[in-house]
């Protein structure tokens, strides 16, 4: 009895995600925008992940062409999203993990 | 090697060994630093050449979608990526490096890196500095300086001796010169002594014709040594008084003078004299001439040997039967302090006074003489 409770148990949680994948990366899949995209877009231009969290910040909280980081070619495609209904601290908490997830550090290996 | 000669050739050795090791070191210094620099320069343009194609390869890895992105590595070179807070991001070491901190003997060249790719602001790059062509300068130097050296002290060897000679030729004349001093003027005064001496412990008993004619012709060495002494010494400064000279009976003066010198020798004496014979000279520059031939051509002549002179309008000739002059000498005879047979006494100027004398009145002298039969002194002047 305990082990079938278990596995539903795993089910839901794997099932759910983590809470990234479903305050942001659930909509970006169906939407298929291109997290990794965004990112390396970030990182080519702030260089820093606190650049980068407050930038991102920024821009979830007032979603505009000025504040983005894509060009406005990208809004010909994709919809302005709307302001973030999360508060500042989960915001906070969400985009460093985003940050975290696509890390670039974390795929560089040493070329032998 | 005389020890004042010896001195001298160290001292200059170590002058110009010294000064010559100055230049070259400050020479070799000057090209080594130049060297060394374009050898490091050498060496940081790789490093120019490797940071740009470290930032060719971010931007690719930036453009890549590869699960796993693989960072250059060129040993022995190595590098890094910074972000704009110059905070670590990746590099070939195992442990984080620092932007602009390397070891001593690396040498390192910082790029910036616009657009950031993989968040890079800043790349560095560092080697370990190759010092084996710096060492291989270095030996090549060391093997210079020492080939100079060596060259250089052979050649300021060879210098040295060069430039002493002059010094040690006048030091042995000098000292000769000392020495036939001393020596000439002891048997004068020996003589004279020794004669007096006899006088006295004769006392009145004996005629002293003889003792006497010795104390003359020693008295008349000495004073002809001294006028000779004086002549020189005084040659340029004494005042001169130029008249007509009768010569001829200048000439047969100064025999009458040198007569005791020739008769103790037994020299048979020819004057062949044309009379009245007039020339414009200095009593004293012409007595200094005539009676420096005479005392040569009697005291290089032979025992019993032949001495003759002859004189007219154009010439004098003093010729003797005597030990002669080698050819080789010849042609330096007339120079101070050099005599060309020192079986004789004397100091070598008689024949450097005879010259200036002929030097001052535009008389031409010349010297014929055969080793071992004689010589024949002849003063050409114009009518």
Known sequence: ?112 | MLHSEKRSLVRFLIIYLLSTFLLFSLASWIFYTSTRDHLIQTQRERLTYEAQKLHSALRLLHQSNAPLLSYPSTPPIDSAIFDSDQHYIFGTKREPMALGVVAEGVLHYEQRVEPYYLGAAHLMVTQPLDQRPIERLQHHILLFMLGAGVFFLLLGYFLGRLFVAPMRDSLQRLNRFIQDTTHELNTPISTILTNIEMIETFGGTLSHESELQRIAIASKTLSRIYDDLTYLNLNHHYHREVVMLDLSRLVAERMVYFKAMADAKGIVVTIACVEAVMQKMDRNDAIRLIDNLLSNAIKYNRPHGRLIISLDTKRLSIQDTGIGIAPKALGEIAQRFRRANSSEGGFGIGLHIVTQVCQSYQLTLSINSVEHQGTEVIIVWEE
Request: some cysteine.
């Open chain 1, 1 to 112: 009895m305990g082990r079938v409770i278990t596995i539903i148990l795993l089910g839901v949680i794997l099932g759910q995600g983590s809470p990234l994948d479903q305050a942001c990366l659930s909509c970006h899949r169906s939407y298929q925008v291109p997290s990794e995209l965004i990112y390396r877009r970030y990182l080519l231009q702030y260089s820093t992940p606190q650049a980068i969290e407050q930038m991102m910040i920024a821009y979830l909280q007032h979603p505009h062409q000025s504040t983005s980081i894509m060009p406005p070619q990208f809004f010909l495609k994709f919809p302005m999203k709307e302001a973030t209904a999360l508060d500042t601290l989960t915001l906070q908490h969400m985009v460093r993990a985003y940050i975290e997830k696509f890390d670039i550090k974390k795929r560089l290996i040493l070329k032998q």
